[in-house]
Protein backbone atom coordinates (compact mmCIF):
# COMPACT_ATOMS: atom_id res chain seq x y z
CA UNK A 1 0.00 0.00 0.00
CA UNK A 2 1.03 3.45 -0.67
CA UNK A 3 1.51 5.58 2.84
CA UNK A 4 2.68 9.35 3.77
CA UNK A 5 5.62 9.07 5.81
CA UNK A 6 8.27 11.27 7.06
CA UNK A 7 11.63 10.51 5.48
CA UNK A 8 14.96 11.13 6.90
CA UNK A 9 17.62 11.22 4.18
CA UNK A 10 20.30 13.35 5.47
CA UNK A 11 21.39 14.50 8.83
CA UNK A 12 22.98 17.49 9.96
CA UNK A 13 20.97 20.26 8.39
CA UNK A 14 21.41 23.66 9.81
CA UNK A 15 18.70 24.96 11.64
CA UNK A 16 15.85 26.56 11.66
CA UNK A 17 14.71 23.09 10.31
CA UNK A 18 11.41 25.06 8.58
CA UNK A 19 14.30 26.73 6.37
CA UNK A 20 16.55 24.03 5.65
CA UNK A 21 13.55 21.42 5.94
CA UNK A 22 15.46 18.04 6.21
CA UNK A 23 12.47 15.90 7.05
CA UNK A 24 10.60 15.27 3.61
CA UNK A 25 7.20 13.95 3.48
CA UNK A 26 7.12 11.44 0.60
CA UNK A 27 4.92 8.67 -0.32
CA UNK A 28 6.55 5.09 0.42
CA UNK A 29 5.07 1.80 -0.05
CA UNK A 30 4.52 -0.40 2.86
CA UNK A 31 4.12 -3.82 2.36
CA UNK A 32 1.97 -6.30 3.94
CA UNK A 33 2.75 -7.56 7.53
CA UNK A 34 4.83 -10.80 7.67
CA UNK A 35 4.86 -13.53 10.32
CA UNK A 36 4.84 -11.94 13.51
CA UNK A 37 3.72 -8.85 12.87
CA UNK A 38 1.24 -5.91 12.73
CA UNK A 39 -0.15 -3.23 10.19
CA UNK A 40 -1.12 -0.40 12.34
CA UNK A 41 -3.23 2.92 11.29
CA UNK A 42 -1.00 5.79 13.09
CA UNK A 43 -3.35 8.00 14.35
CA UNK A 44 -1.38 10.59 17.26
CA UNK A 45 2.82 10.60 17.22
CA UNK A 46 4.94 13.10 19.32
CA UNK A 47 8.22 14.60 18.52
CA UNK A 48 11.00 13.65 20.56
CA UNK A 49 14.55 14.43 21.45
CA UNK A 50 15.39 10.91 20.46
CA UNK A 51 14.14 11.51 16.70
CA UNK A 52 15.43 15.28 16.63
CA UNK A 53 19.10 13.74 17.46
CA UNK A 54 19.09 11.28 14.30
CA UNK A 55 18.46 14.80 12.77
CA UNK A 56 20.95 16.62 13.75
CA UNK A 57 23.52 13.87 13.86
CA UNK A 58 24.16 13.03 17.73
CA UNK A 59 22.88 9.80 17.45
CA UNK A 60 24.17 8.42 13.91
CA UNK A 61 21.80 5.81 12.28
CA UNK A 62 21.23 4.73 8.97
CA UNK A 63 19.62 7.06 5.91
CA UNK A 64 17.58 7.24 4.33
CA UNK A 65 15.20 6.14 7.51
CA UNK A 66 11.15 6.74 8.31
CA UNK A 67 11.41 8.75 11.75
CA UNK A 68 8.98 8.56 14.63
CA UNK A 69 8.29 6.41 17.38
CA UNK A 70 6.19 7.87 20.63
CA UNK A 71 2.85 6.97 18.68
CA UNK A 72 -0.32 5.74 19.39
CA UNK A 73 -2.81 3.73 16.96
CA UNK A 74 -5.18 1.40 15.74
CA UNK A 75 -4.51 -2.45 14.39
CA UNK A 76 -5.83 -2.59 10.70
CA UNK A 77 -4.20 -6.20 10.15
CA UNK A 78 -2.12 -9.14 11.52
CA UNK A 79 0.15 -11.28 10.18
CA UNK A 80 0.66 -14.82 10.92
CA UNK A 81 1.60 -16.28 13.98
CA UNK A 82 -0.19 -13.16 15.95
CA UNK A 83 -2.84 -14.43 17.86
CA UNK A 84 -3.42 -11.85 20.71
CA UNK A 85 -4.44 -8.78 18.83
CA UNK A 86 -7.24 -7.96 16.14
CA UNK A 87 -8.41 -5.07 13.89
CA UNK A 88 -9.73 -2.51 15.71
CA UNK A 89 -7.99 -2.90 19.05
CA UNK A 90 -5.81 0.44 20.40
CA UNK A 91 -2.14 -0.04 20.81
CA UNK A 92 1.06 2.64 22.01
CA UNK A 93 4.30 1.64 20.18
CA UNK A 94 7.56 0.90 22.04
CA UNK A 95 10.44 2.06 20.82
CA UNK A 96 12.82 -1.37 21.96
CA UNK A 97 11.42 -4.58 21.15
CA UNK A 98 11.96 -7.36 23.19
CA UNK A 99 12.70 -10.98 21.70
CA UNK A 100 11.44 -12.71 25.09
CA UNK A 101 14.74 -15.00 24.91
CA UNK A 102 17.92 -13.54 25.61
CA UNK A 103 19.18 -13.23 28.89
CA UNK A 104 18.28 -9.80 29.79
CA UNK A 105 14.58 -10.46 28.36
CA UNK A 106 14.50 -13.74 30.28
CA UNK A 107 16.32 -11.60 33.46
CA UNK A 108 12.44 -9.49 33.37
CA UNK A 109 14.45 -6.57 31.37
CA UNK A 110 13.17 -6.27 28.36
CA UNK A 111 14.47 -2.52 27.67
CA UNK A 112 17.87 -4.17 27.23
CA UNK A 113 16.75 -6.85 24.54
CA UNK A 114 19.72 -7.29 22.45
CA UNK A 115 18.27 -8.63 19.59
CA UNK A 116 16.10 -5.67 20.03
CA UNK A 117 19.19 -2.90 20.18
CA UNK A 118 20.49 -4.79 17.45
CA UNK A 119 18.10 -3.97 14.83
CA UNK A 120 17.13 -0.74 16.23
CA UNK A 121 21.01 -0.01 15.28
CA UNK A 122 20.54 -1.32 12.32
CA UNK A 123 17.08 0.62 10.82
CA UNK A 124 15.20 -2.78 11.11
CA UNK A 125 12.19 -4.32 12.77
CA UNK A 126 13.63 -7.08 14.91
CA UNK A 127 13.32 -10.15 13.02
CA UNK A 128 16.03 -8.29 10.23
CA UNK A 129 12.56 -7.08 7.95
CA UNK A 130 12.16 -3.64 6.45
CA UNK A 131 8.97 -3.26 5.06
CA UNK A 132 9.01 0.36 3.63
CA UNK A 133 11.21 1.30 0.47
CA UNK A 134 10.32 3.72 -2.45
CA UNK A 135 10.92 2.53 -6.43
CA UNK A 136 15.35 2.54 -5.82
CA UNK A 137 15.70 1.62 -2.30
CA UNK A 138 14.76 0.43 1.10
CA UNK A 139 13.75 3.21 4.21
CA UNK A 140 15.03 2.53 7.37
CA UNK A 141 12.93 2.15 10.62
CA UNK A 142 13.45 4.13 13.41
CA UNK A 143 13.54 1.59 16.36
CA UNK A 144 11.12 -0.45 14.93
CA UNK A 145 8.50 1.85 14.37
CA UNK A 146 8.63 4.58 11.98
CA UNK A 147 5.36 6.51 13.30
CA UNK A 148 5.44 9.54 11.41
CA UNK A 149 3.11 8.12 8.81
CA UNK A 150 -0.34 7.21 8.08
CA UNK A 151 0.74 3.51 8.38
CA UNK A 152 3.42 1.31 9.54
CA UNK A 153 3.93 -2.07 9.79
CA UNK A 154 6.16 -3.24 12.98
CA UNK A 155 6.82 -6.23 15.15
CA UNK A 156 4.52 -7.50 17.32
CA UNK A 157 6.96 -7.14 20.34
CA UNK A 158 6.75 -3.58 19.78
CA UNK A 159 2.63 -2.88 20.70
CA UNK A 160 1.16 -2.97 24.27
CA UNK A 161 -2.76 -3.13 23.94
CA UNK A 162 -4.52 -0.39 26.09
CA UNK A 163 -7.70 -0.31 26.63
CA UNK A 164 -10.55 2.34 24.08
CA UNK A 165 -11.34 5.14 26.53
CA UNK A 166 -7.88 7.37 26.52
CA UNK A 167 -7.76 9.55 23.15
CA UNK A 168 -4.65 8.51 20.92
CA UNK A 169 -2.80 12.09 21.56
CA UNK A 170 -2.48 11.65 25.28
CA UNK A 171 -1.90 7.54 24.66
CA UNK A 172 1.38 8.37 22.19
CA UNK A 173 3.09 9.73 25.56
CA UNK A 174 3.27 6.69 27.31
CA UNK A 175 5.81 4.77 24.45
CA UNK A 176 8.47 6.41 25.07
CA UNK A 177 8.48 10.17 27.63
CA UNK A 178 6.30 8.70 30.39
CA UNK A 179 7.80 5.03 30.56
CA UNK A 180 11.28 6.72 30.32
CA UNK A 181 11.26 9.38 32.46
CA UNK A 182 8.91 7.83 35.54
CA UNK A 183 10.34 4.72 35.06
CA UNK A 184 13.53 6.03 35.60
CA UNK A 185 12.13 7.04 38.80
CA UNK A 186 10.12 3.85 40.13
CA UNK A 187 12.08 1.32 38.35
CA UNK A 188 15.77 2.30 38.08
CA UNK A 189 16.15 4.88 41.04
CA UNK A 190 13.34 2.79 43.12
CA UNK A 191 12.83 6.27 45.20
CA UNK A 192 11.76 5.95 48.73
CA UNK A 193 8.77 7.68 50.32
CA UNK A 194 9.88 10.97 51.22
CA UNK A 195 13.01 11.04 49.34
CA UNK A 196 14.71 14.48 47.87
CA UNK A 197 14.77 14.39 44.50
CA UNK A 198 15.89 16.80 41.55
CA UNK A 199 15.29 16.87 37.62
CA UNK A 200 18.05 18.35 35.36
CA UNK A 201 16.43 19.19 32.32
CA UNK A 202 12.96 19.49 31.52
CA UNK A 203 11.65 18.38 28.49
CA UNK A 204 9.27 15.82 27.94
CA UNK A 205 11.04 13.26 29.94
CA UNK A 206 12.23 15.26 32.69
CA UNK A 207 8.35 16.45 32.90
CA UNK A 208 7.28 12.73 33.22
CA UNK A 209 10.48 12.29 35.85
CA UNK A 210 8.74 14.88 37.99
CA UNK A 211 5.43 13.85 38.01
CA UNK A 212 6.24 10.19 38.67
CA UNK A 213 8.41 11.77 41.75
CA UNK A 214 5.32 14.05 43.10
CA UNK A 215 3.01 10.28 42.63
CA UNK A 216 5.71 8.39 44.20
CA UNK A 217 5.84 10.42 47.29
CA UNK A 218 9.20 12.34 47.23
CA UNK A 219 9.09 14.56 49.89
CA UNK A 220 10.87 17.77 47.62
CA UNK A 221 11.43 17.99 44.29
CA UNK A 222 14.09 20.01 42.91
CA UNK A 223 13.47 21.38 39.12
CA UNK A 224 16.77 22.29 37.03
CA UNK A 225 16.44 23.99 33.26
CA UNK A 226 17.77 26.76 31.55
CA UNK A 227 14.52 28.02 30.41
CA UNK A 228 12.36 30.00 32.48
CA UNK A 229 8.93 29.17 30.63
CA UNK A 230 10.06 25.33 31.78
CA UNK A 231 11.08 26.42 35.03
CA UNK A 232 7.34 27.74 35.23
CA UNK A 233 5.84 24.67 34.09
CA UNK A 234 7.72 22.59 36.36
CA UNK A 235 6.51 24.44 39.04
CA UNK A 236 2.90 24.10 38.05
CA UNK A 237 3.64 20.50 38.04
CA UNK A 238 4.28 20.14 41.77
CA UNK A 239 8.07 21.16 41.65
CA UNK A 240 8.59 22.42 44.96
CA UNK A 241 11.73 24.44 43.44
CA UNK A 242 13.45 25.57 40.72
CA UNK A 243 17.02 27.14 39.61
CA UNK A 244 17.95 27.90 36.35
CA UNK A 245 21.28 26.50 35.26
CA UNK A 246 22.26 29.21 33.77
CA UNK A 247 23.40 30.62 37.02
CA UNK A 248 27.37 29.56 37.65
CA UNK A 249 26.77 28.76 41.11
CA UNK A 250 23.59 26.75 40.49
CA UNK A 251 25.26 23.75 42.26
CA UNK A 252 26.79 25.99 45.07
CA UNK A 253 23.14 27.35 45.59
CA UNK A 254 21.07 23.72 45.57
CA UNK A 255 23.33 22.07 47.78
CA UNK A 256 22.87 24.99 50.07
CA UNK A 257 18.83 24.99 49.43
CA UNK A 258 18.71 21.13 49.98
CA UNK A 259 21.41 21.10 53.09
CA UNK A 260 23.89 18.72 51.14
CA UNK A 261 22.10 17.59 48.37
CA UNK A 262 19.12 15.79 47.22
CA UNK A 263 19.06 11.85 47.38
CA UNK A 264 18.22 11.45 43.83
CA UNK A 265 19.06 13.21 40.43
CA UNK A 266 17.60 12.48 37.53
CA UNK A 267 19.82 14.15 34.14
CA UNK A 268 17.38 14.19 31.50
CA UNK A 269 18.70 16.50 28.97
CA UNK A 270 21.39 14.26 27.59
CA UNK A 271 24.49 17.05 27.65
CA UNK A 272 27.41 16.79 29.78
CA UNK A 273 27.13 19.98 31.58
CA UNK A 274 23.66 18.72 32.96
CA UNK A 275 25.19 15.71 33.78
CA UNK A 276 27.67 17.71 36.16
CA UNK A 277 25.14 19.49 37.61
CA UNK A 278 22.91 16.66 38.49
CA UNK A 279 26.50 14.37 39.93
CA UNK A 280 27.01 17.71 41.87
CA UNK A 281 23.98 17.97 43.41
CA UNK A 282 23.74 14.47 44.62
CA UNK A 283 24.09 14.13 48.44
CA UNK A 284 26.84 11.97 50.09
CA UNK A 285 25.12 8.34 50.03
CA UNK A 286 22.68 9.77 46.75
CA UNK A 287 22.36 8.62 43.57
CA UNK A 288 22.47 9.95 39.97
CA UNK A 289 20.45 8.40 36.97
CA UNK A 290 20.81 9.94 33.93
CA UNK A 291 18.18 9.14 30.96
CA UNK A 292 20.16 10.93 28.17
CA UNK A 293 21.19 10.13 24.94
CA UNK A 294 24.32 12.75 24.48
CA UNK A 295 26.64 12.02 20.93
CA UNK A 296 28.66 8.44 21.40
CA UNK A 297 31.63 11.15 21.39
CA UNK A 298 30.63 12.70 24.57
CA UNK A 299 32.83 12.28 28.38
CA UNK A 300 31.64 12.87 31.53
CA UNK A 301 34.18 13.13 34.36
CA UNK A 302 33.80 13.25 38.13
CA UNK A 303 36.53 12.78 40.60
CA UNK A 304 37.08 9.24 41.12
CA UNK A 305 37.20 9.25 44.95
CA UNK A 306 33.81 10.70 45.66
CA UNK A 307 32.51 7.30 44.22
CA UNK A 308 33.98 5.56 47.59
CA UNK A 309 34.25 8.48 49.92
CA UNK A 310 31.08 9.69 49.51
CA UNK A 311 29.45 6.47 48.59
CA UNK A 312 27.59 7.73 45.70
CA UNK A 313 26.07 5.56 42.55
CA UNK A 314 25.68 6.59 38.85
CA UNK A 315 22.84 4.58 37.38
CA UNK A 316 22.17 4.79 33.68
CA UNK A 317 18.08 4.36 32.86
CA UNK A 318 17.30 3.41 29.49
CA UNK A 319 13.03 3.20 28.55
CA UNK A 320 12.98 3.46 32.19
CA UNK A 321 14.19 0.31 32.96
CA UNK A 322 10.70 -0.97 31.97
CA UNK A 323 8.41 -3.56 31.22
CA UNK A 324 6.24 -1.92 28.72
CA UNK A 325 3.11 -4.68 28.90
CA UNK A 326 3.06 -4.16 33.06
CA UNK A 327 4.16 -0.53 33.07
CA UNK A 328 2.44 1.07 30.59
CA UNK A 329 -1.15 -0.08 31.92
CA UNK A 330 -0.29 0.57 35.13
CA UNK A 331 0.72 4.76 34.53
CA UNK A 332 -2.44 4.88 32.27
CA UNK A 333 -4.91 3.82 35.16
CA UNK A 334 -2.61 6.33 37.43
CA UNK A 335 -3.17 8.94 34.85
CA UNK A 336 -7.05 8.18 34.92
CA UNK A 337 -6.89 8.29 38.74
CA UNK A 338 -5.42 11.95 38.45
CA UNK A 339 -2.30 11.20 40.09
CA UNK A 340 -0.32 11.04 37.03
CA UNK A 341 -1.29 14.23 34.86
CA UNK A 342 1.06 14.06 31.46
CA UNK A 343 -1.52 15.51 29.46
CA UNK A 344 -0.35 18.32 30.63
CA UNK A 345 2.83 18.23 28.71
CA UNK A 346 1.10 18.42 25.12
CA UNK A 347 2.12 22.25 23.89
CA UNK A 348 1.38 21.60 20.38
CA UNK A 349 -0.82 20.13 17.97
CA UNK A 350 0.46 20.28 13.88
CA UNK A 351 -0.09 17.84 10.60
CA UNK A 352 2.24 15.62 9.70
CA UNK A 353 3.20 18.62 7.00
CA UNK A 354 4.49 20.63 9.36
CA UNK A 355 6.66 18.34 11.05
CA UNK A 356 10.34 20.68 10.71
CA UNK A 357 8.48 23.66 12.24
CA UNK A 358 7.68 21.58 15.23
CA UNK A 359 11.14 20.05 15.17
CA UNK A 360 12.35 23.73 15.63
CA UNK A 361 10.08 23.97 18.54
CA UNK A 362 11.37 21.17 20.31
CA UNK A 363 14.85 22.35 19.41
CA UNK A 364 14.91 25.66 20.87
CA UNK A 365 12.71 24.35 24.08
CA UNK A 366 9.66 26.10 23.57
CA UNK A 367 7.53 22.61 23.85
CA UNK A 368 7.30 19.74 25.99
CA UNK A 369 5.85 17.78 23.73
CA UNK A 370 4.58 18.51 20.04
CA UNK A 371 1.61 16.14 18.89
CA UNK A 372 1.30 15.12 15.39
CA UNK A 373 -2.67 14.00 14.57
CA UNK A 374 -2.65 12.15 11.76
Known amino acids: M ?3 TAVL ?8 YAESKPIKIETLELDSPEHGEVLIQIKAASLCHSDLSVINGSRPRPLPMALGHEASGVVVEVGEGVTDLESGDHIVCVFVPSCGHCVPCKEGRPA ?6 ESNTAGTLINGGIRLHDDEENVNHHVGVSAFSEYAVVSRNSLVKVEKDIPFEKLALFGCAVITGVGAVVNTANIKLGSTVAIVGLGGIGLSALLGADSAGASRVVAVDINEAKLKQAKELGATDTFNSKDPDVIKLIREATVGGVDYAFETAGVVPAMEVAYGITKRGGTTVTTG ?7 FSFPYVSLTAEEKSIKGSYVGSCVPDRDIPNYINLFKQGRLPVDKLMTDFISIDEINEG ?5 KGDSSRVIVRM
Do not use: I, N
Not at 9 to 16: D, K, L, Q
Open 9 to 16: RTSGAASP
Open 359 to 363: FDKLA
Open 2 to 4: KVK
Open 293 to 299: LPHPEHH
Open 112 to 117: LCEPGA
